[in-house]
C-alpha cells in the first residue's frame, strides 16, 4: 500500500485533456512539495514537474502540475500517443515512522 | 551533462549482501551539491525510495529498510555505492541510481540494473 494514493488507470483520445491525481496528507503534500515522474515502458523514470508545478528544461509545456492541500495533480493536455506510460508522484513525508521519500502506486496512461 | 550507470551482480544468493555501485561521468561528485540516491522497482511495481547521500556525507534511509542499508560516496572513483544486507526475494528488483538538487526530485537517473535475489 503506497503512503500516496493514485488511480491505478487513465486514459485519454489523442488531442484530450488527462488529469491525474495524487492523495497524500499533512505530513506529506500538505507540507512538502511535489514532484512527477513519467515512465515509458522499458525504461528509467523521467522527472516531469518539481516544487508542484515547476517542468525541467526541455518537458513540453503540454504538462502541468498543481497542488492544493493534501492533494496534487499532474494535467497532460493536447494528448498525444507517446504520452502513453506511467505517472507517478513524490513528495518528501515527515512523519517519524515513514520519514523519507514517498512515491504513489504509479497510474498507467493509455492514449486510445 | 551529468550521467549515470549502475554496475554489480545481477544474481544474488538469500541471505547475502546485495552491493550495486553507481559510476558518475560530465561532473565530480564531490563537487556538485547534489543529493544521490537509490530507488528500485520490483517486477510489475511502482518505486520505492531507498536511500539518498548529499555530497557532504550526510545520509537519509527508507526507515523500513534503514536497518539493512548502507549508502556511501568514494570520491576517489566518482561513485557512490548500496549495500543492502540479509536479502530475501523481496528485494528482487530493478534498482535505479539518481541524483538531483533537490532530496525528494531526482532529475538524471541511471538506466536500472535487474538484481535477482534466488538461491
Known amino acids: 500500500q503506497s503512503v500516496l494514493t493514485q488511480p491505478p488507470s487513465a486514459s485519454g483520445t489523442p488531442g484530450q485533456r488527462v488529469t491525474i491525481s495524487c492523495s497524500g496528507s499533512s505530513s506529506n503534500i500538505g507540507s512538502n512539495t511535489v514532484n512527477w515522474y513519467q515512465q515509458l515502458p522499458g525504461t528509467a523514470p523521467k522527472l516531469l514537474i518539481y516544487?508542484?508545478?515547476q517542468r525541467p528544461s526541455g518537458v513540453p509545456d503540454r504538462f502541468s502540475g498543481s497542488k492544493s492541500g493534501t492533494s496534487a495533480s499532474l494535467a497532460i493536455s493536447g494528448l498525444q500517443s507517446e504520452d502513453e506510460a506511467d505517472y507517478y508522484c513524490a513528495a518528501w513525508d515527515d512523519s517519524l515512522n515513514v520519514r523519507g521519500v514517498v512515491f504513489g502506486g504509479g497510474t498507467k496512461l493509455t492514449v486510445l | 551533462q551529468l550521467q549515470l550507470q549502475e554496475s554489480g551482480p545481477g544474481l544474488v544468493k538469500p541471505s547475502e549482501t546485495l552491493s550495486l555501485t553507481c559510476t558518475v561521468s560530465g561532473g565530480s561528485i564531490s563537487s556538485s551539491s547534489y543529493y544521490w540516491g537509490w530507488i528500485r522497482q520490483p517486477p510489475g511495481k511502482g518505486l520505492e525510495w531507498i536511500g539518498s547521500i548529499y555530497y557532504s556525507g550526510s545520509t537519509y534511509y527508507n526507515p523500513s529498510l534503514k536497518s539493512r542499508v548502507t549508502i556511501s560516496v568514494d570520491t576517489s572513483k566518482n561513485q557512490f555505492s548500496l549495500k543492502l544486507s540479509s536479502v530475501t526475494a523481496a528485494d528482487t528488483a530493478v534498482y535505479y541510481c539518481?541524483?538531483?538538487?533537490?532530496?525528494?526530485?531526482?532529475?538524471?537517473w541511471g538506466q536500472g540494473t535487474m538484481v535477482t535475489v534466488s538461491s
Open positions: 539518481a541524483s538531483g538538487e533537490f532530496l525528494n526530485a531526482f532529475d538524471i
Open positions: 516544487s508542484n508545478n
